[in-house]
Structures are given as C-alpha cells and as structure tokens.
C-alpha cells in the first residue's frame, strides 16, 4: 500500500521530536531566520552550517540529543503544513464571518478541502498584442492594453491598508498592498499574459465565478495581478488601527458602476463585498472612488493569523489558497466592465508591498 508524501513525513519527524527537543527546535527557528542556499560561517569555529544543520547543532547542544539536517527539514514541512490547515480552518465557521454591511457570505464556505502540499505556481508567461488593440486603433485611449483598463473605464489606484491616528492631526498609513496606475503612453510596452486556465481552481466555479465570467465576457476585460504584501505592520496595537480598502476607477462614461470583491479559500467563496458608487465629472473624465470602505472582520482575522505564523514560506503556504475575484459592472445594463483576480505572496523586500500585472487571455 502506497504511503503519502505527508505521511511519510510524519513518520520520520513527529516520532521523534519530545517536547524538550520541539521547544529547542522552536528557540532555533527564531534564533536562525531562512538564508535560502547560503551557509552561515560561526566565527568561533570557523565552520560553514545551512539553516538546518544550524538547528540540528543547537538542538544538540541544548538537550544533547541528535537530530540530523534531513530530519530537521522533514519537521518543518511537516510544521507548515499543519500550520496552514489549522489557519485556513479556523475560517470555515461561520462565527468568522462578522461582515460589514451588504455583505454575503457562501453556503460553500464550511467544506473547504484539506490543505494540499504546497507548490508554488508559476505562470507560463508570453508577450502578445492584445488582439484587436493594436497602437494604430488605441485612438484616445493610450492605457489600453499597458494597465488594468478597457475603453470604457480603467482602475486608477487599489490599496488594502491600516491606520493609526497619532495624535488628531497626524496619521500614519502602512499598505498592505498597493496600485496607484498612471496615464501610461503609447510608448510603454503592452502587459504579458497568462492563460487563464491555470487559475480557474483558485476561484469559484459555479455562478458568477471567473470560468464562467470569461466565457460570457469580453477577454480584454480580465486581469490577473500577483501582490507581494507587505505584513511588516506591528499589529500589537490593533484595537487602535483602522483598516480600509481604496479603490479609484476613471472612464470615458457617465454611468453608476457597482463592485463586487470575493474573497476565496481554496477556490471556495467565503465572502463578498458590493458596493455601488456614482460618477463624478473631473478634467474631463468621469471619476469613481470607494474611498476608505471598512475592511472586513474576515480579513483583518485573516491578516492576524498570518503575522501569528515564524516563517514567511509558512505565510506563503497559506496564501497560495486565499485570493480575491473583484468585478466592476454597469449597475444599470449590467455590462461586464472590469475583472481583476488577486494572488498574494509575502514581500520580502525593504521597499514594501509590491504587485506585476498580467492580462488574463485564453490560448
């Protein structure tokens, strides 16, 4: 009989880690932080040692008991997985999902899967005109093609943020993530596409999911944008922060545009956001912003349990199942005007939060 790649991880790990050996495996991982392929040098041996190796010598040193570098990597997988199943469970009860108003939340929304061993995808990427976007035909609309944009109306800035109030006059703002378009020229280069077949598990399938919103829409209106967030925010005063989400849209039409934000787990929808918002004319164009909407309870749960995990692989591992479908329609025809799939990673860089933008298209 077979044994799964789990399992057998389970048994070379978990029959051997005590609990005095699990405490000094906990202090090392706090002690070493991931360095990738690099060896660290110890300055009073002389000697090069990988993370694991490192760890495995400090559980030596603590308890005098030998655990070798393969056992101390089968543990933490072991770890990463258990770790982001019980995050991801503890959203499948409903006493998680305290909505702001108008929100809904999914019958689905108690039978996600179990967590599958994590993969990081990658997207098979390509540089293609947009059919029938050609420069010659883009006329006065130059974002066609080179941002989050179709002829009719274009995203202007998206953030997911939280704030501190200092003093009455002072705020402070970290962003989780964040998109602040420009007008782009005819001069930029066009955005790389993926097919979108390679995320339709990451997102609901039946009504109104992205399978069937590309099979009914037009393909020039469906983006994919992968955000690095950056979770370096001291949450440790969270009763005072206050979080938010912005979004800024502009077009070339006077109309009421309702937005609809679903947050998935596991490719299941575990709750939705609608709001409606009215043009403003301004230099010309007509202006459309959801300025500050309260974050959910969902996802500001969803934000504290990621900064509860040590590792940034184990936060990834968890973010490889969560995602957000937004789609902009016209309230009044119910025109399909914009559908922007999210996908998360954790920044790793000191410049903060940090996205790429693809068009999604169907080869």
Known sequence: MSVSLEESLQSDAEGVWSADIEHSFQ????????????????????KMYGRNELIARYIKLRTGKTRTRKQVSSHIQVLARRTSRDVHSKFKTREFFQFWPGAVASEDASSCPDMKPFIQQSFNLHHTPI???????????????????????????????????????????HLFVHIGQSSPSYGETLLESVDIRQIYDKFPEKKGGLKELFEKGTPNTFFLVKFW??????????????????????GIENMTITCSSKVCSF????????????????????????????????????????????????????????????????????????????VFEVSTSQHGAQHHIYRLVKD
């Open 131 to 173: 059919s029938g976007y050609q420069e010659a035909s883009l006329g006065h609309s130059p974002w066609q093609g080179r941002c989050i944009g179709t002829p009719k109306i274009r995203l202007v800035e998206f953030s997911a943020f939280a704030e501190h109030q200092r003093d009455p006059a002072t705020y402070n703002k």
């Open 27 to 46: 202090e090392a991982l706090a002690i070493y932080p991931p360095c990738g392929r690099r060896k660290i040098i110890l300055s009073n041996e002389g």
């Open 267 to 342: 490719g299941k929808q575990v709750v939705e956001k609608v709001e409606t918002e009215y043009a403003r004319f301004e230099n010309g164009r007509f202006a459309y912003r959801i300025q500050s909407s309260p974050m959910c309870e969902y996802l500001v749960n969803f934000i504290h349990k990621l900064k509860q995990l040590p590792e940034k692989y184990m936060m990834n591992s968890v973010l490889e199942n969560f995602t957000i479908l937004q789609v902009v329609t016209n309230r009044d025809t119910q025109e399909l005007l914009l559908c922007v799939a999210y």
């Open 229 to 250: 967030a950056d979770l370096s925010l001291d949450i440790r005063d969270g009763a005072s922060l206050f979080y938010g989400v912005t979004s800024q849209y502009e």
